[in-house]
């Protein structure tokens, strides 16, 4: 019986809320400097997780929602809002169709979980609807590689270690998704990490939950695969492990 996206994180939700890649990273630090400085009333965080991207907005918005279609990882994000003292609503939904009023939230977010979604563009248009006019939406995931071949690769390992991943998407992709949805793109930074100095495939796969002989096929994958290519994705080589760069790209888009 195949497992679905919100099964299976459901099962790995207490890794995500330690996991490093998750908690900690630049491109948190980076959306906020690309924010500005005045703080967002209102934020909601779609296909929170556990809510780290949500909860960095503590103590500027006064109003954090998450939506999730993963009732643990809601259970997750309530957990770690409580353990800081801070203020959030849940929502239990898919990101197609969010029980959310039109033009709610100064801001609306997602991180490191679009590669997973069934429709990306009409999750983007999802996400622009509960945009207030004058608010932005912002879209931090996996990067997809303009090269064919170096594409085609890292989609192979990603379906590997998480079969729900359904495609890192390229920057053109997104500015594609974000302008068919009337948002003008006010930045869009690609060949972003997660975590500086790269994640071993033990810890990546240790994260996701990825099963011995997928953890093997990736290896291989990678063994094979030409140094360029490898090169080209950022994965390196060192101490009998291979390491991945976890690449991401930032979108930042106001709606009318």
Same mark, same amino acid.
């Given at each position: ?57 503590? #103590? ?11 009732? /643990? ?11 800081? #003292? ?67 690769? /890292? ?26 949805? #009337? ?55 060192? /101490? ?12 930042? #888009?106001?709606?009318?």
């Amino acid at each position: 019986m195949t497992t679905t996206a919100p099964e299976h994180f459901d099962a790995i939700a207490g890794e995500y809320a330690a996991s490093e890649v998750h908690a900690h990273s630049p491109t948190i630090r980076r959306l906020h400097e690309l924010l500005g400085p005045k703080p967002p009333d209102s934020v909601c965080d779609v296909a929170c997780g556990p809510g780290h991207l949500a909860l960095s907005f503590a #103590g500027r918005a006064s109003r954090i929602v998450g939506v999730d279609a993963a009732p /643990n990882m809601l259970r997750q994000f309530a957990r770690l809002a409580q353990e800081r #003292g801070v203020k959030v609503e849940t929502v239990h939904a898919d990101v197609g169709s969010m029980p959310l009023p039109p033009n709610s939230f100064d801001v609306v977010v997602s991180r490191l979980a679009p590669h997973h979604f069934p429709d990306a563009a009409n999750a983007v248009r999802e996400m622009a609807r509960l945009a207030k006019p004058g608010g932005c939406v912002a879209v931090i995931d996996l990067e997809g590689d303009e090269n064919p071949a170096l594409d085609d690769l /890292n989609h192979r390992i990603e379906v590997l270690h998480d079969p729900s991943h359904v495609r890192s998407y390229t920057a053109a992709h997104w500015r594609e998704f974000f302008e068919l949805n #009337g948002l003008t793109i006010e930045a869009l930074e690609t060949r972003q990490t997660e975590l500086p100095g790269g994640l071993t495939i033990r810890r990546w796969c240790e994260i996701g939950s990825t099963a011995p002989e997928a953890q093997k096929k990736i290896r291989a994958l990678l063994a094979a695969a030409p140094r360029e290519y490898l090169v080209g994705l950022g994965i390196q080589f060192a /101490n009998g492990e291979f390491s991945i760069p976890v690449r991401t790209l930032i979108i930042l #888009g106001h709606k009318k």
